[in-house]
């Protein structure tokens, strides 16, 4: 089992940046994929970046490639996501989610392990 814990949410205005961690715990030696999600109310969860572990290869939703940076520490098994230029469509619960399938995917589908969410509200 994996265990995973968000944090660094918070409120903060249009243009702004928030820097969203996640640690991760349990069996961390068997995940080779992590990523974040993201998912307002009333909206489905969509997928925002994923990235190997081993090799740090990522993908990235158009909506935010080039504004987000998803980054990890292996010796403090977290993985940070750096959002800059918020814009207000980025206000949502935002979820640390991993696997072990060896897919760079944005599919909620292919993450067996999720974090709990945090909350970012960006205003204009």
């Known amino acids: 089992q994996v265990q995973l814990v968000e944090s660094g949410g918070g409120s903060v205005q249009a243009g702004g940046s928030l820097r969203l961690s996640c640690a991760a715990s349990?069996?961390?030696?068997?995940?080779?994929?992590i990523g974040w999600f993201r998912q307002a109310p009333g909206k489905e969860r969509e997928g925002v970046v994923a990235m190997y572990t081993d090799n740090n290869w990522t993908r990235y939703s158009g909506s935010v490639k080039g504004r987000f940076t998803i980054s990890q520490d292996k010796a403090k098994n977290t993985v940070y996501l750096q959002m800059n230029s918020l814009k207000p469509e980025d206000t949502a619960m935002y979820f640390c989610?991993?696997?072990?399938?060896?897919?760079?995917?944005?599919?909620?589908?292919?993450?067996?392990?999720w974090g709990q969410g945090t909350q970012v509200t960006v205003s204009s």
């Open positions: 989610a991993a696997d072990s399938s060896g897919a760079l995917s944005l599919q909620v589908a292919d993450f067996g392990y």
């Open positions: 349990g069996y961390t030696a068997s995940i080779n994929v």
